[in-house]
């Protein structure tokens, strides 16, 4: 058992780039963090921020970004609630959803990389700060501001970058620090009152020397990520040690409770998050005097980046978030811990596959006093449910299937070009595998009952329409 975590924000993470809640949904996302233990939001608005004139082209498609006034209403929220927002801009890697774009890809660092912008010239700059301008000046009153920067593949393999590399000391780490320095001088030039967060991974091998005369001394807090159930405690305090005698004592930790455990899983396990939570506990315990931790983000990842598909959506994973947040609360996750979780989601098991289902619920197109606090917990239960049923051995087998594969694709059944000689085939090949124990096990057995309560939920997200094409 460790102590509570330290005084000190405990940030969700809303990473908005893939199935963003519609903005009613979101808003009772934002009252159940608050209860949940939660004091604040690290919003990554990425293509669903409002951006307008020249930038209007980042605005997400087919489905429209949030409005100004829907920005303006989240933020609304969370001060109610008594959170604080804090906006995440990524300002040199993860920028797909900026570059893939033909009239800014040649800001790219390499033409096959959408994710890395080249940091030469003052094009690059002059993007990244007008971003974060039309940002700010819709979030007021706020103090704090992240600028992203993880993840910067293949920075120094562009044209201008080996260019560089060969009239400067301090190869691809120093052309790191250069871009970072600027943008973060840009934004304290014109917003001084503002704190500047930014993820530390291309950060962790530079020496303490580099790190002190980089120009971030005093400027930036670095946020440490890593969301192993297995983080390695003594090589992290040590990392925050090397910062803080580097001069970069003001550090955040970054935890996860979904989208960290590949790139394509559909339903969280809650135990996994939990031993990562366990794990900061325990480094914030063994951190010195002189390492400050300001907080911790609990990292909800939609996706591995904009072009990736996408992992758990967020109703399926706030059981997840829940015994995250208690377990900070508690410094510790035992059944004690446990039952008070499911006591404030009603819920029989902090797993999401296997709590009971509320079948009350599911049966009479209603939403109990007792969901109130597990929104969206309908469509969590069906995502387990399609999850469980496609993971079935026998649907594995016909995955396969040459019949199914040559001549009953998505788009012959689509176009209703389907051979009924084929047909038969199929049948016959399920009833030798004894198909019917599969109709047993699928949501769809019960659809026709709850398929207006189910519609009802899968709207609250932009995203989410497809699962009911899948169960019609």
Same mark, same amino acid.
């Given at each position: ?38 004091? +604040? ?71 096959? *990389? ?12 002059? @993007?990244?700060?007008? %971003? ?31 260019? !560089? ?6 190869? /691809? ?27 530390? $991974? ?6 303490? $020397? ?5 120009? @971030?001394?005093?400027? /930036? ?10 983080? $390695? ?10 910062? &803080? ?6 550090? !955040? ?6 989208? &960290? ?7 969280? *396990?809650?135990?996994?998050?939990? $031993? ?24 909800? !990842? ?8 996408? *992992? ?33 989601? +009603? ?13 009350? *619920? ?10 109130? %606090? ?27 299937? %040459?019949?199914?594969? +040559? ?10 070009? /389907? ?54």
């Amino acid at each position: 058992m460790s102590p509570p975590w330290p005084e000190g924000k405990k940030l969700v993470h809303l990473d908005l780039k893939g199935a963003p809640p519609r903005i009613e949904y979101l808003l009772k996302l934002i009252g159940v963090f608050a209860e949940l233990g939660a004091d +604040g939001l690290l919003v990554e608005y990425e293509d669903m921020f409002p951006y307008e004139g020249e930038l209007k082209v980042l605005q997400a498609s087919p489905h429209s970004a949030y409005s100004r006034e829907e920005v303006l209403s989240i933020q609304e929220a969370a001060v109610a609630a008594g959170m604080e927002v804090i906006p995440l801009i990524q300002t040199f890697g993860h920028m797909e959803f900026v570059l893939k774009h033909d009239a800014l890809s040649a800001l790219r660092e390499v033409p096959h *990389c959408l994710g890395t912008l080249s940091p030469h010239g003052e094009r690059p700059l002059q @993007l990244v700060t007008e %971003m974060v301008r039309q940002v700010v000046e819709l979030h007021p009153g706020i103090t704090t501001l992240h600028i992203g920067a993880d993840e910067v593949y293949l920075l120094g393999e562009g044209e201008q970058s080996r260019k !560089w590399l060969e009239s400067h000391d301090g190869g /691809v780490a120093q052309l790191f620090l250069s871009h970072v320095t600027r943008v973060a001088q840009a934004v304290k030039t014109a917003w001084p009152q503002l704190s500047i967060l930014m993820w530390d $991974d291309m950060m962790r091998d530079m020496s303490e $020397d580099t790190l002190r005369d980089s120009g @971030l001394v005093g400027l /930036v807090q670095p946020m440490l990520w890593d969301y192993n159930p297995h983080l $390695d405690v003594d090589k992290t305090v040590s990392l925050l040690e090397k910062y &803080s005698r580097a001069g970069l004592a003001e550090v !955040w930790a970054a935890s996860s409770f979904k989208g &960290s455990s590949s790139v394509h899983t559909s339903v969280s *396990c809650s135990q996994r998050h939990v $031993d990562n939570t366990v794990q900061w506990l325990r480094v914030a315990e063994a951190a010195s005097a002189g390492v400050h931790i300001r907080g911790v983000a609990l990292t909800g !990842w939609q996706r591995y980046d904009h072009l990736s598909v996408l *992992c758990e959506l967020l109703p399926v994973a706030l059981p997840s978030l829940a015994s995250c947040l208690q377990t900070l609360v508690d410094g510790k996750f035992d059944a004690e811990t446990q039952s008070r979780v499911t006591l404030k989601l +009603g819920i029989s098991s902090v797993e999401v596959e296997t709590m009971e289902k509320y079948q009350d *619920c599911v049966f009479s197109y209603r939403v109990s006093k007792d969901t109130a %606090m597990f929104p969206g917990r309908l469509l969590a239960e069906l995502i387990v449910d399609l999850n469980s049923f496609l993971n079935l051995e026998d649907v594995r087998y016909f995955e396969q299937n %040459m019949f199914l594969r +040559g001549w009953f694709s998505p788009y012959q059944r689509r176009t209703k070009m /389907v051979n009924p000689l084929i047909v038969l085939q199929i049948q016959n090949q399920a009833t030798a595998k004894n198909i019917h124990r599969v109709r047993q096990h699928s949501p769809w057995s019960h659809i026709n009952m709850r398929a207006e309560g189910d519609k009802k939920y899968v709207s609250l997200t932009k995203d989410y329409a497809h699962i009911i094409h899948l169960i019609k």
